[in-house]
T-cell receptor
Framework: KQEVTQIPAALSVPEGENLVLNCSFTDSAIYNLQWFRQDPGKGLTSLLLIQSSQREQTSGRLNASLDKSSGRSTLYIAASQPGDSATYLCAPRGDNYGQNFVFGPGTRLSVLP | SAVISQKPSRDICQRGTSLTIQCQVDSQVTMMFWYRQQPGQSLTLIATANQGSEATYESGFVIDKFPISRPNLTFSTLTVSNMSPEDSSIYLC?????????FGPGTRLTVL
């Protein structure tokens, strides 16, 4: 059974800092991995999707990397802004048919002006 | 990317009653998912709903408590039956389009 952990659980940084969020998963047999952000009381917004054959994906100030063999992914946020404050969740998906995404507990990020 | 809407956005219900949550997608999708997010927790998959077949429930969730309908490729409903305060959560529907998952805004349910 896939288990996902995210470190740190919470993070508070001043505006402008670069930061890294970590995601670890126990079963490396994944099809892809997706990063989401969730604002309080809201649904999830997809940030980046990395296929198992890829090493990284970039979108604007966000860069996600994947090391499938070691069961790790990182989300790098450059030049953080107060609007980046949210909870960030990673979700790997198993590569067997019918396997679904398993969500980590999330990292709660606060970017202080 | 798929655009998903949910109704209601929030509700406060009495113990023992039932609530049906609707999920509408702006495009035809094969797989729809229902998740529960309890306060302060991450997401837990309740079931996968494919059009034309019975929903597939995850361990710990049963059809009598969470009946699901999937009448077509753009719509699904989740009913939370015989509610108790422990059912207070955010309920989210999502779709896969394709290989990437997109979420609705969620339904915040409070059971008194």
């Amino acid at each position: 059974k896939q288990e996902v952990t995210q470190i740190p659980a919470a993070l508070s940084v001043p505006e402008g800092e670069n930061l890294v969020l970590n995601c670890s998963f126990t079963d490396s047999a994944i099809y892809n991995l997706q990063w989401f952000r969730q604002d309080p009381g809201k649904g999830l917004t997809s940030l980046l999707l990395i296929q198992s054959s890829q090493r990284e994906q970039t979108s604007g100030r966000l860069n996600a990397s994947l090391d499938k063999s070691s069961g790790r992914s990182t989300l790098y946020i450059a030049a953080s802004q107060p609007g980046d404050s949210a909870t960030y969740l990673c979700a790997p998906r198993g590569d067997n048919y019918g396997q679904n995404f398993v969500f980590g507990p999330g990292t709660r990020l606060s970017v202080l002006p | 990317s798929a655009v998903i809407s949910q109704k209601p956005s929030r509700d406060i219900c009495q113990r023992g009653t039932s609530l049906t949550i609707q999920c509408q997608v702006d495009s035809q999708v094969t797989m729809m998912f229902w998740y529960r997010q309890q306060p302060g927790q991450s997401l837990t998959l309740i079931a996968t709903a494919n059009q034309g077949s019975e929903a597939t429930y995850e361990s710990g969730f049963v059809i009598d408590k969470f009946p699901i309908s999937r009448p077509n490729l753009t719509f699904s409903t989740l009913t939370v039956s015989n509610m108790s305060p422990e059912d207070s959560s955010i309920y989210l529907c999502s779709v896969e389009d394709p290989g990437e998952q997109f979420f609705g805004p969620g339904t915040r349910l409070t059971v008194l």
